[in-house]
């Protein structure tokens, strides 16, 4: 399963980054699982370190139980400060 | 309806009065404007950068939009968010609702502001004297949004 995977503000910075496509696993199937592989395997620590991150799946907040699909757009970021 | 992301300023009075020209149902339009300020959490605040995820912000703010059109009986609601380098005294955010009454006015647009700030991708990073910081999300906004979710 391929996945897109952005990060933006404060989780960007962090990172260094801000997206990479990545080829999963079978056993990464939630994007709970995405965040925590993507800590372990893929070198981002601060993903799990974060406190109080949130994600979006193919641009529409979600939890991190929600279930992935090949091709999707998953985004993590801290807790917005807009408006 | 009008959403829009962009880093260009705009004209409030030219906004509303788009909003109204020939709609004479309209009897009541409640409009909310944010702005920079020079001090935040004790911190004087020279400016700031608003970073958003392109096309979620805009998916996030139509969303929201449909929502409140969905609890009140408006005719129209327009949302303009800023982003890139803001200035103190700048504007950030005009939210705008046009209704027959007062009441489904202000309340929408209430409604619009509190779910703006907690669902609309959006980030702002202030420039203070101790250098660049993430702006930390406060819980007494996720407080004013959550009052509408209680309501139904």
Redesign the interface.
Known sequence: MRISVLYFASLKEALGVGGETVELPATVATTGALRNWLANSGGRAALTEAQALRCARNQRMTGFDEPLADGDEIAFFPPVTGG | MSIRVQTADFDVGHELAEMRRGRFEIGALASFV?LVRDLNDGCGVAGMT????P??AE??LA?IVAEARSRWPVSDIRVI?RVGRLAPGDQ??FVAVAGAHRGEAFAACEFV?DW??????????EETPGGAR????KSTDDDAATRWVSKD
């Not at chain 2, 993430?134 to 999300?137: F, G, K, S």
Request: net charge positive.
């Open positions: 944010g608003l970073e958003h995820y096309g979620m998916q996030a969303d968010h950030i955010v502001m703006l700030k907690t669902r609309a991708p959006f980030w702002k990073r993430w702006v930390e999300a």
